[in-house]
């Protein structure tokens, strides 16, 4: 699948060098839904990114601009997906960074086809575990090498693994946040050693608590995740979407899933199909 636009510093049909630092996944990117020319949730996006940036120490982008780019590769598209990536600018090789400008890399891509999990599907408990690193957790830096090892470990019908880290706690799918429902409320994983801390992950918990939905960040096992009332995963691009199926028999769409659902697209926070 190729991009349908491309911005590579602010320029079409560029390109990086050879000494991009891309290879060390020296960076930080973001996977934006577009619809009908909108770019949802870029504020909590933009801010993700910067925070990203900064942690790993990445020269300031100017975020008006990033955001102008941002907006003329969306235009004129109904429903696509955005990705920005931010590199750190290559001066020389080896390890060491140098200061150099950051790189910043957009491309539109179109919709993913098939929405299996618009009513779930079965999801697979992964055995890839994810390392704890508090310097990195939390942030979505360009290195992705964990979850590319573990969705190798799944194929149809399967469309999402979960990951535990190497102490056994439940941490998130493999491009998802988790949430389960227990007693009315919603409990997600801390993840303050491993993991992404999503934007969608970031709406649900705003748009429960408007609802008066109590929620939890607590140490989940995955003995807790199987037990749950629901289950479901989020991300930017699916929403929120419930877990029917986690090796322990089939699941019914719960209600507390079907409110925040339902909450995301009324408030636009989510693609409506």
Known sequence: MKPLRS???????????????????????????????????????????????????LEPVEPISLKAEAEDLAAGLGLAILKVVLVRGAAGRGYRPGAAPTDRILTTWPWPSGQRFEEGAPVFWCKTRLARQPLLAGIKHLNRLEQVLAQREFADPYWEGVMQDTQDWVIEGTM???????????????????????????????????????????????????????????????????????GNGSRRRGPITTMIEEALRGGRDAVVL
């Open 7 to 57: 911005l590579v510093n602010g320029r079409a049909e560029a390109g990086l060098s050879v000494t991009s630092r891309l290879q060390y996944g020296d960076g930080v990117f973001e996977t934006v839904a577009v619809q009908d020319g909108r770019l949802l949730l870029w504020s909590e996006h933009g801010r993700r990114l910067a925070t990203g940036a900064e942690r790993l120490g």
């Open 176 to 246: 998802t946040n988790l949430f389960v429902v227990e007693q009315g409320a919603l409990a997600t994983p801390i993840l303050d050693q491993a993991g992404v801390a999503g934007v969608m992950r970031e709406r649900v918990v705003v748009r429960a608590r408007e609802l008066g939905i109590g929620v939890h960040f607590d140490r989940l096992t995955k003995s807790r995740v199987m037990e749950a009332d629901e289950v479901f995963l989020c991300n930017s691009v699916i929403g929120a979407r419930p877990v029917l199926d986690l």
